[in-house]
């Protein structure tokens, strides 16, 4: 069998997730790593190098994605703003409203991946997400944000569960 280079499937599932998310009326997160220099999001909602952004279509406006690039505006605190995210920096996709979802490797791990999954692997790939509180792209804005504190002095955060 000769060597074929298929395109990244990262374009495809993510689009996939975010229908089956809306089909079933729940609202779709994602989970970018913004320390990618390409990543345009505003810098002062991100925490540890990750921002969470509601890509609702009630939250987000002039949304358009492609195979390499998601696009899109959204309103902070009130404020208008322009998101710019290429695929490879998302490092989740899920429901808020219960973490369904599914996570992918930083692009630096998928260069260093050289075998792709194979069709029953895809299924690791699937995971549970705990969303951490942290400001997101919203039709409302909130008021100035307090984030309750957690009980035993824990931030909250993501975690995949299998």
Avoid at 78 to 103: C, D, F, K, Q
Wanted: charged share 25%.
């Amino acid at each position: 069998m000769a060597d074929f280079k298929m395109s990244s499937n990262r374009p495809y599932l993510l689009r996939a997730v975010y229908e089956w998310i809306l089909d079933n009326q729940c609202t779709p997160h994602l989970l970018v790593d913004a320390r990618d220099e390409r990543v345009k999001v505003p810098r002062e909602h991100v925490r540890d190098g990750q921002i969470v952004l509601n890509i609702n279509p009630s939250a987000v406006g002039q949304f358009h994605w492609d195979n390499e690039h998601l696009e899109f505006s959204a309103r902070f605190g009130g404020v208008a703003r322009s998101m710019w995210i290429p695929l490879t920096a998302i490092l989740a996709i899920y429901a808020r409203e219960n973490g369904e979802g599914m996570a992918f490797t930083s692009e630096t791990e998928d260069a260093e991946a050289e075998p792709t999954l194979a069709a029953d692997e895809a299924t690791d790939n699937v995971a549970r997400l705990k969303p951490e509180r942290t400001p997101s792209a919203e039709s409302e804005p909130p008021e100035p944000p307090t984030p309750p504190k957690p009980a035993g002095g824990n931030r909250s955060h993501l975690k995949v569960i299998k």
